[in-house]
C-alpha cells in the first residue's frame, strides 16, 4: 500500500496544516525530541497492553555508514516488515535560535519554503507528483535545529531521493508561493494571540529567557515576516544546511548499499562547512518567580518549569523515572491521582521534560476554573512536598514495567525509526542504543530515584506563571 503524504490525509490543504503547526509550534519547543513522557487524562497501560508492538524487539542491529570521500555518515537500520524506506536528518544550530533578531522567524519561514518546488518543477506540479508517487517530504524549524524526513515506497524511493536533493540543491522561490506562505505564517502569528495556551508559552519563554534568542517568537514579529526576501531566505539554506551540521538516519525495507547511494546522491551536493551564528547558552531564571497574565478566561492555564538534565546527565533516568511517578503517567500518576481522580478539580495535569540543547527542563502544567485555581495550586504544592520524601518500591517497578514495555510504542511509523537514529547521534547515544535503553531504565536504584525527585520537584525552586481571570 503507498504512503500516502500526510498533508493530503483528510483532504486539509497544507496551507491550514502549517498554520495549525505553526500556532503549536511555539508550545512544541518545550517538548523532548523524541518525546519524554507528556500525557494527558487517559491510561497509558491500557495503550500498552493493547498493542501488537508491545514487546518487539529489533532483529537487525544499527550499523554506522561511513562516506570518507564525501565525509557524509549515517546511521542505518535494515526493517523490512514493510516495504517502506524513511529518511531522517538534522541540520544542527540552524533553527530560530540562530536567526538574528531583525531576521526573526526567518528559520521557519525558509523551512516552510523548502518542498514549494525545485529549479526544474513548481510547487503544484511537485506536489501532484509526490502524491502519485506516495512521497511525504517534511521539513521544520525547531529552537535549535532544521530538521526534515522524507517517506516513500521502496518502489518509488529512488524518485523520492531525486526529488529531495534537488530540493536541497535548488529549492524553488516563486513569488506567488512566497507569499502565500507569508500570508499563511502572518494568519498563523495572529491565531497566537487567540490561542490561551501559545500566549502563555510565548510569555514564558520571556520570563525564563530575557535577552537570549530563546525568548523570542519563533514564527518571528510581523514587521519581520512583512520584510523577508526571497534572497534571505535562499542565502539562509544555503548557509546553514550543510554537511558539517548534518546527521542522518536511514532505516527500512532499502539494503546498506542501497542506503550509501541514497545518502550520497542526496547530499553529496551540499556545503562542506555551514555558516552558522554562536548561540551562548541559555541560563533560564529558574527562582521560584510567578507571573499573572490577566484574561476574561473561563480557564486559567498554568505552566511551572525549573531546571532538568540532559541525556548525557547521570540524572537522565532516575529524573525519567520520577517524572513518570509524579506527573507523566497520565490517570495513574500522582499528580492526576490526587488532583483529578479523588477532587476532580482538573481534566488534566501533567509533567514532561524538555530536551532543548541548551536548557533541558522539568515541566508541569495544568488548567482549572478560575474558582479551583488555588485548590489546585495547594495540592501541587503538597505533592511536590511529597515526591521529596521519595517514591515507594512498588512504584518504582510498577513505573519501570510501564517505561521499559511501552518504549517501542515510538516506532509504530518507520520514519520513528529514523528520526530515532538522528537522536541517538546528536545525544552521543551509541549504535547499541536500541539494545541497551530498557537495562538502562531496568538498571536505575530507588535511591537515585528519590535523589532526583528532592533535586528537581521541588516547586519552590520552579518558575510559574498563569493565564485567565
Do not use: C
Not at 498493542?51 to 564525501?70: Q, T
Not at 511509523?413 to 537522536?423: R, T
Request: aromatic content about 8%; hydrophobic content about 40%; cysteine-free.
Amino acid at each position: 500500500m503507498a504512503h500516502k503524504p500526510r498533508w493530503k490525509n483528510g483532504g486539509i490543504p497544507k496551507g491550514w496544516l502549517l498554520i495549525i503547526a505553526s500556532v503549536m509550534i511555539v508550545a512544541g519547543y518545550f517538548w523532548d525530541k523524541p518525546k519524554v513522557s507528556f500525557n494527558y487524562g487517559f491510561n497509558p497501560k491500557e495503550v500498552v497492553e493493547n498493542s501488537p508492538l508491545k514487546g518487539r524487539n529489533f532483529k537487525a542491529d544499527v550499523k554506522e555508514i561511513s562516506l570518507p570521500e564525501s565525509g557524509l555518515k549515517a546511521y542505518y537500520l535494515y526493517e523490512a516488515s514493510n516495504p517502506i524506506v524513511s529518511l531522517s536528518f538534522l541540520f544542527l544550530g540552524a533553527g530560530s535560535a540562530a536567526d538574528d533578531e531583525n531576521m526573526s522567524g526567518a528559520a521557519n519561514f525558509a523551512a516552510s519554503m523548502l518542498g514549494e518546488g525545485t529549479e526544474s518543477i513548481k510547487s503544484r506540479e511537485l506536489k501532484e507528483k509526490m502524491a502519485d508517487l506516495g512521497i511525504h517530504i517534511n521539513f521544520s524549524a525547531g529552537q535549535d535545529d532544521i530538521s526534515g524526513t522524507l517517506v516513500a515506497p521502496k518502489a518509488n524511493f529512488e524518485k523520492a531521493a531525486e526529488i529531495l536533493r534537488d530540493i536541497l540543491a535548488a529549492p524553488r522561490f516563486d513569488k506567488e508561493d512566497v507569499e502565500r506562505i507569508r500570508s499563511q505564517l502572518l494568519a498563523a502569528l495572529k491565531k497566537q494571540s487567540e490561542n490561551p495556551s501559545v500566549v502563555l508559552a510565548l510569555a514564558k519563554r520571556e520570563m525564563l529567557y530575557p535577552g537570549h534568542p530563546y525568548a523570542r517568537n519563533p514564527l518571528g514579529t510581523e514587521k519581520t515576516l512583512q520584510k523577508m526576501t526571497t534572497d534571505e531566505l535562499n542565502n539562509l539554506i544555503k548557509k546553514r544546511l550543510a554537511k558539517s551540521n548534518l546527521i542522518i538516519g536511514i532505516a527500512g525495507d532499502v539494503s546498506e548499499t542501497e542506503a550509501e547511494n541514497i545518502i550520497s546522491g542526496v547530499f553529496n551536493g551540499l556545503a562542506p562547512k555551514a555558516e552558522l551564528p554562536f548561540v551562548r547558552e541559555a541560563k533560564p531564571d529558574f527562582n521560584g518567580v510567578r507571573r499573572h497574565l490577566k484574561r476574561p478566561l473561563k480557564q486559567t492555564v498554568a505552566s511551572f518549569s525549573g531546571k532538568g538534565a540532559s541525556r548525557q546527565d547521570k540524572d537522565f533516568y532516575p529524573l525519567y523515572i520520577a517524572n513518570y511517578i509524579f506527573g507523566g503517567a497520565g490517570l495513574n500518576s500522582r499528580l492526576s491521582q490526587a488532583v483529578r481522580e479523588k477532587e476532580g478539580l482538573v481534566y488534566s495535569i501533567y509533567s514532561y521534560l524538555s530536551l532543548d540543547g541548551k536548557s533541558p527542563m522539568v515541566n508541569i502544567g495544568f488548567s482549572s476554573t478560575g474558582k479551583n485555581y488555588s485548590k489546585v495550586l495547594e495540592l501541587l504544592s503538597q505533592e511536590s512536598e511529597k515526591m521529596q520524601k521519595g517514591v515507594s518500591p512498588e512504584e518504582l517497578v510498577d513505573a519501570k514495567d510501564y517505561l521499559i514495555s511501552s518504549y517501542n510504542l515510538r516506532f509504530a511509523d518507520i520514519d520513528g525509526i529514523s528520526q530515532m537514529l538522528v537522536y541517538m547521534q546528536k545525544d552521543n547515544l551509541g549504535l547499541d542504543f536500541l539494545q541497551k535503553r530498557n537495562s538502562y531504565v531496568a538498571e536505575v536504584k530507588i535511591d537515585d530515584v528519590n535523589a532526583a525527585a528532592v533535586k528537581y520537584f521541588n516547586l519552590k525552586r520552579m518558575s510559574g506563571i498563569d493565564i485567565g481571570e
